[in-house]
């Protein structure tokens, strides 16, 4: 059965600046917390960074030209905010400036639309030398950058995007420490989730008044999907736990003007939450024109009663840890980490500082509270990342959000797979990658959309993660997401059969 998406649907590609750009000390950028935490030995698991990574701060006409073959309508891309502006209290920079201008101009005399991503986690450092995320003063900062750029790039934008997932930014960012600034106290991490939301409403108001009421803005959620294991009372209490602090801390204060109480019940051994003044939940309540949905993977949880006494053997030996301040001997850590594992006592850190060096640290429960929460993985085949495939939870997230917000537009910012690729050589000489399982997620994933459309739900775009292979965070160059291949030596570009399966996709609007 072929099914025909509505008519303006828009096929898009995304990428975020960190990602792809590389350029990193070219045209006047300086560090971002990123520079700062790939330069930790132990923090990328290939030892790399972004310095270089797809270079399409200078191959961006190629990159542009690619997704005119593909025939997508959209770019979603993001903005390196200190390569706008590369200090405190300095002027904007007008190489960071006409740099993001020739893109756009490429992207619209290829007639593509550039959908903007204000914040993909690339926070300059020196704002993290005031305190990052955690310090209130950042999410006013965001807002004068925001109202920089609607200035800057008017009506040449399509559509604005405050945040992606600002989950991972304050989670993983300031509560386990696996991402930058690779801090690891869940009361930072929570302040970091407030300062975030208000970052959100504020930049909206500031584009508002600079471009008018008709400016499109959103915001790209990761809205994780936890299932309950099983009906147990204590497995369903694990679900509700974990929505709360993963999806309703955004959901609520962004789309409905007010947090949970029961969430600041929950966290309550962390922080009083002091940090949220009168005012700031309307001021994050803004209205906006779609919200972006990043979709992987779903997950199941159960809660399990881990004994008090290996919590607290474990949270001594952080303590140890943090107390001895120096790098342990790799072999030392690692096997008492796997002993604490194996005795399923992995709990927070309860804000006892972990030293740098991500190897060191073990990967937490996200978020505090819910040190008897543990985490299974779906169904389907594993992908490269360990994440499992299950396109029907994109279905029922997509019903689930619309019976919620009857009115709001939504799209899929963010969808795609990693695997290990390689390059095939044709008779008549040419590159080309055959990713017969990224074809099947793809299909899988776009069909599970077309459901959700097809029962009446408003998804108006689809953006491929990702456009390139590109920079993975802490994976560095070992995961590969692109639809288009990209050879780290040469910079070549090569295409995948999941190109050529999207690029039929998007020209003939079915699937
Ligand atoms: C996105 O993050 C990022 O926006 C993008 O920059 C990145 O390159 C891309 O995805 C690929 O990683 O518990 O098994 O359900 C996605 C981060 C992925 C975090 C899914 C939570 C849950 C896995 N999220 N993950 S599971």
Not at 311 to 316: C, H, L, Q, T, V
Not at 398 to 417: A, K
Not at 464 to 492: C, H, M, P
């Amino acid at each position: 059965m072929t099914f025909t998406f509505p008519q303006g649907f828009t096929w898009g590609v995304a990428t975020a600046s960190y990602q792809v750009e590389g350029a990193a000390q070219e045209g006047g950028r300086t560090p971002s917390i990123w520079d700062t935490y790939c330069a930790v030995p132990g923090n990328i698991s290939d030892g790399s960074s972004g310095e270089v990574a797809c270079d399409q701060y200078h191959l961006y006409k190629q990159d542009v030209a690619l997704m005119k073959k593909l025939g997508v309508q959209a770019y979603r891309f993001s903005v390196s905010w200190s390569r706008v502006f590369p200090s405190l209290d300095g002027p904007v920079n007008e190489e960071g400036i006409n740099y993001y201008r020739s893109l756009i101009s490429e992207l619209r005399k290829a007639g593509i639309k550039p959908v903007v991503t204000l914040y993909h986690w690339d926070l300059p450092q020196y704002l993290q030398d005031i305190g990052g995320w955690a310090n209130r003063e950042v999410a006013y900062r965001f807002a004068d950058y925001a109202r920089e750029l609607a200035r800057q790039f008017g009506s040449s934008v399509d559509t604005w995007t405050t945040l992606n997932e600002p989950w991972c930014a304050a989670y993983l960012g300031y509560g386990s420490g696996i991402h930058a600034p690779g801090i690891a106290n869940y009361a930072q991490a929570l302040a970091a989730v407030h300062h975030l939301n208000l970052a959100h409403g504020l930049a909206i108001k500031a584009i508002r008044e600079e471009l008018g009421e008709q400016a499109k803005c959103s915001v790209t959620l990761n809205l994780q999907i936890r299932n309950a294991a099983s009906h147990s009372a204590d497995d369903r209490l694990a679900e509700h736990m974990q929505n709360l602090l993963d999806n309703e801390v955004f959901l609520g204060p962004m789309l409905e003007g007010a947090y949970d109480p029961e969430i600041f019940e929950l966290t309550r051994d962390w922080t009083d939450w002091s940090f949220v003044k009168p005012g700031d939940v309307e001021i994050i309540h803004q209205p906006i024109n779609s919200l972006g949905v990043n979709y992987y993977s779903a997950s199941t949880v159960y809660l399990k009663r881990v004994p008090i006494a290996e919590k607290m053997a474990y949270r001594r030996h952080l303590a140890e840890l943090a107390a001895k301040a120096t790098k342990p001997a790799e072999g030392e850590d690692a096997a008492g980490l796997a002993a604490l594992s194996a005795s399923g006592s992995l709990a927070n850190a309860g804000g006892v500082p972990v030293p740098q060096g991500a190897a060191d640290r073990v990967q937490q429960p996200p978020v505090p509270g819910l040190e008897d929460v543990a985490y299974l993985p779906g169904e389907g085949e594993l992908t490269d990342t360990g994440w499992s495939q299950n396109p029907e939870e994109l279905t029922k997230l997509l019903f689930d959000l619309h019976r919620r917000f009857p009115s709001l537009p939504l799209m899929i910012t963010e969808n795609g797979s990693a695997w290990k690729d390689e390059v095939s050589v044709e008779p008549d000489g040419t590159k080309i990658v055959h990713d017969p399982k990224r074809v099947v997620y793809l299909n899988d994933h776009v069909k599970a959309m077309a459901d959700a459309i097809e029962a009446g739900v408003p998804v108006i775009g689809y953006y491929a993660w990702s456009l390139l292979d590109n920079f993975e965070w802490g994976s560095g160059y070992s995961k590969r997401f692109g639809i288009i291949r990209v050879d780290y030596d040469t910079q070549e570009r090569i295409w995948k059969d999941s190109a050529t399966r999207y690029s039929e996709i998007a020209h003939s609007n079915q699937i």
